[in-house]
């Protein structure tokens, strides 16, 4: 089972919920179980939050995931400042985006911050997906959906 | 912070406030505001948050409920959560909520509680039971 695709939404609060719900049947599609789709849609709520929150002057984000049968991997870029949590420790966290990022390193087994010298940030999240559930065939094929 | 070994608030009258649907960048602000609305609105001693049909919080969600808490704690007022949902009580595990707020397991035990704090106060016993509902994200 390969899927991949991706979603542009405006930088506007209302579209992470818009993105949970797009990103939720694909995955449920996809035959991914609750517990993942579940901490899969927690950490995207998280990094979009903070795409909508620090990416000014980006008119908009992007959204791409890409799932095999051994791990789900999500990108989330905009063009706006550079943000990087890299570097920030995990017991000291106040801001907000500090407690997200707290989240998404929770939730998923990479979590990394890339792209600032290209002109973009893209948090790039990465969860392995569970060897004694591998994910079904559900009821497509292979599904291919771009939506940008 | 307030936790479960101190008592700060003479806690005689509660307001039970429901949380509906998700809560998130879009809606979280409009939850702290019905929240404290509601506490300006009842005049309540202590409030107790039903997240019982939430079904989706994040970190925006810790960050309104926060902020409600401290200024309901500022203006003398106690607040409680009770009865997470699934969803969030995952985020108040891996954000450590519980160590900022008391959390029941059923909003009729946070009642309780108001109810036994209000007679260690000489107040008047019952705990007014009144509700509000969030017009959330359904």
Redo the contacts between chains.
């Keep these: 089972m390969d899927m991949r695709f991706s979603i542009t939404l405006p930088r506007e609060?209302?579209t992470?919920?818009v993105m949970?719900e797009f990103l939720g049947e694909a995955l449920r599609t996809g035959g991914l179980c609750d517990e993942c789709v579940?901490k899969i849609?927690?950490a995207a709520?998280?990094a979009c939050?903070n795409a909508?929150?620090h990416g000014a002057p980006a008119p908009d984000y992007e959204v791409v995931a890409r799932v095999d049968e051994h791990s789900c991997v999500l990108e989330i870029a905009h063009k706006g400042q550079e943000f990087t949590g890299a570097g920030v420790p995990l017991p000291e966290l106040e801001a907000?985006s500090g407690?997200?990022i707290?989240?998404m390193r929770?939730?998923m087994e990479d979590v990394a911050f890339t792209g600032a010298e290209e002109g973009n940030t893209i948090v790039r999240l990465c969860k392995r997906l569970h060897e004694n559930e591998p994910p079904e065939n559900g009821r497509g094929t292979s599904p291919t959906v771009v939506l940008c | 912070m307030s936790g479960r070994d101190g008592e700060r608030f003479r806690c005689g009258e509660a307001v039970v406030v429901p949380v509906h649907g998700e809560i998130d960048i879009a809606t979280a602000d409009d939850m702290r505001d019905r929240l404290l609305g509601e506490a300006a609105r009842t005049d309540c001693a202590c409030m107790v948050v039903d997240l019982s049909r939430v079904e989706f919080f994040d970190a925006s969600g810790r960050r309104a409920l926060m902020a409600a808490y401290q200024r309901l704690t500022r203006d003398g007022r106690h607040m409680v959560l009770a009865e997470p949902a699934p969803a969030v009580s995952r985020v108040i595990d891996v954000l450590g909520l519980s160590g900022s707020f008391e959390v029941y397991p059923l909003v009729e035990m946070a009642l309780a509680h108001t109810r036994a704090s209000a007679r260690q106060a000489g107040a008047p016993g019952a705990a007014e039971h009144r509700t509000g509902r969030f017009p959330g994200m359904e």
């Design positions: 609060a209302y992470v919920a949970r579940f849609l927690l709520s998280e939050t909508v929150d907000e407690r997200g707290l989240l929770q939730l």
